[in-house]
């Protein structure tokens, strides 16, 4: 396994389904060599959560493969059997099942798909299998945070953001995978890029679209050498407690309720009322200018999501934003009042 620095989650997503499709497409040309590739193309199917980020929708309309969107669990995790059973009946179509993309930490409410359900599957069906830890990746440099890695060890390439959660600036993408599969993937060597040393190092150009690279890396390694391993774990274990914090905050009003698991520093929650009155809080605080906060669908619920963001967060801080949100709650009671009313 070997690592590249790239600009983004997104890119990495995109650069591995490349890598995955001119694999399987170099596969199949092995057993068919006389079918077209435009015509093995159009058998290829790649799969993610309903959960996964919307890079994984856009890297398949760039790449022109269809992407087949499942659906998670009551946890938004999606499960080792729907993505078996999607793939039989895909397989049953005629179709050629060559990517999953699994997500650790989804963007909308941090969920975790399962890894060791799917991770075997993906070996078994002989797929490429890529986990987007762009945010939750992070906190993987703590032993205690590693239990959604199971699985793991199936995985053809993992991205995760330390811009996101490891107090690197923007942008720093680092996608870990097995180095020959993606060099083969996208190679082209015109003679002003040849040099005698091809067979030692490493290419990164035949990792990414881009020839040029920034050299994220040593951004990377001050940001390792300022704050250590154990100043890194330090920062991620307090964004989690000041995120269980403000849970407690929210579950102590029983006006609200707390919508999935806090495991890491984003807490979803929501207002016990309909979905535009959420939506109408939010958008008072956020109009407010004192805290920002950005919503999700979780199912057909709208929830209002607080990520612990900032470096040097306190307690103070999370109190303060829970008064803001308490208060602008407080002031929305007329309308909720008038909305029950309303419906009877
Ligand atoms: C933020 C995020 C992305 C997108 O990250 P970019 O680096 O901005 O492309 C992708 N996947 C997950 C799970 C994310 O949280």
């Known amino acids: 396994m070997i690592s590249k620095f790239h600009g983004s989650a997104s890119e990495c997503v995109f650069v591995t389904l490349l890598a995955a499709r001119a694999h399987k497409i170099r596969e199949l040309k092995k057993q068919h060599p ?21 890079c994984v929708e856009k890297a398949a309309m760039m790449a022109f493969v269809k992407l087949r969107i499942l659906q998670p669990d009551e946890n938004q995790s999606l499960r080792g059997p729907t993505l078996q059973q999607a793939m039989e009946e895909d397989i049953a179509m005629g179709l050629i099942p060559f990517y999953v993309e699994t997500t650790l930490g989804t963007t909308s409410c941090c969920s975790f798909d399962n890894l060791s359900e799917i991770g075997p599957i993906c070996e078994e069906y002989g797929v490429w299998l890529h986990v987007d830890g762009a945010y939750a990746g992070n906190s993987f440099i703590c032993p205690e945070l590693r239990n959604p890695m199971k699985g793991i060890e199936c995985a053809s390439s993992f991205n995760f953001n330390p811009n996101k959660f490891m107090l690197t600036n923007f942008d720093c993408s680092v996608m870990v995978r097995d180095r020959f599969r993606l060099t083969q993937a996208l ?48 920062y991620i274990r307090e964004h989690c407690r000041l995120a269980k914090k403000f849970e407690a905050l929210v579950k102590k009003d029983n006006r609200f309720e707390v919508a999935s698991p806090v495991l890491l520093g984003l807490v979803c929650f929501r207002m016990k009322v309909g979905n535009h009155l959420n939506a109408k809080l939010l958008s008072s605080i956020n109009a407010a200018g004192k805290i920002h906060m950005v919503p999700a669908n ?24 829970w008064e803001v949100i308490s208060e602008f709650a407080t002031d929305m009671q007329d309308i909720i009042q008038h909305d029950a009313i309303n419906r009877f």
């Open 187 to 234: 190679v082209v060597d015109p003679l002003y890029l040849q040099h005698s040393y091809s067979e030692q190092s490493i290419d990164y150009r035949h990792w990414g679209i881009p020839l040029s690279r920034r050299f994220r890396a040593l951004k990377l390694w001050f940001v390792i050498r300022s704050f250590g391993v154990e100043g890194l774990q330090r």
């Open 298 to 321: 979780l199912g057909d619920k709208y929830v209002i999501r607080f990520c612990v963001c900032a470096q040097n967060a306190t307690d103070g801080h999370i109190e303060y934003a």
């Open 34 to 54: 006389f079918v077209e590739e435009g015509v093995l193309m159009s058998k290829l199917m790649a799969y993610c959560s309903k959960e996964a980020h919307s």
